[in-house]
């Protein structure tokens, strides 16, 4: 269901609770639900949590478990951290250039390889780094070469990351 206007609690439960009753769900029979860190959907007054809270007490909220799993993966092993700065550099050295941009895809399509195209990485949408680790790994070969040709500063350390990986491979 979209919410074509504000985002208030008050919508976002209105959209809910509309849904349950077009397609004849008890509110008695959920048990747990689970809400995002929106300010609107958190809320203890006017946020979805606490309308929720007020008109259906035996419902428990839990926060977001992917939230929760960006929020620890913060903490991860320092190794990793260096690896993907790197992995950072590299991928914003390729994409922030428009001739870099084209010169990779030309590259890419020298080279036969599967896709030529790095996706970046944001902090902001932490689930990112998934997609753009594994579009450096599909294309790892080629990103490792064409950091050599460019005479990148990352290259050197990006070939001990691909060595590495062929050796777990």
């Known amino acids: 269901m979209t919410l074509h206007s504000t985002t ?3 919508d976002v439960f209105s959209a809910v609770d509309t849904f349950f009753t077009e397609n004849q769900f008890d509110w008695g029979r959920v ?3 689970c809400i995002d ?3 609107s959907m958190i809320g203890r ?3 979805f949590r606490g309308i929720l809270q007020r008109k259906f007490p035996h419902i428990h909220i839990k926060h977001c478990i992917i939230h929760r799993e960006g929020l ?3 903490e991860f092993s320092s190794v990793f951290n260096e690896v ?3 992995v950072i550099k590299v991928v914003n050295f390729v994409k922030s250039r428009d ?3 084209r010169l990779f895809k030309d590259f890419c399509s020298y080279e036969n390889a599967e896709q030529s ?3 970046l990485y944001t902090t902001v949408r932490w689930h990112s780094r998934g997609s753009t680790l594994k579009s450096i790994f599909i294309l790892r070969n080629e990103v490792k070469d064409f950091l050599h040709n460019r005479k990148n500063e990352n290259a050197t350390f990006f070939q001990i990351i691909c060595l590495l990986l062929a050796l777990r491979s």
Do not use: D, I, S
Request: proline share 4%.
């Open 8 to 10: 208030t609690g008050h």
């Open 31 to 33: 048990v747990e639900c």
């Open 37 to 39: 860190g929106a300010p």
């Open 45 to 47: 007054n006017n946020g």
């Open 72 to 74: 620890a993966f913060k």
């Open 84 to 86: 993907m700065q790197v």
């Open 99 to 101: 001739l870099n941009c």
């Open 117 to 119: 195209n790095l996706l």
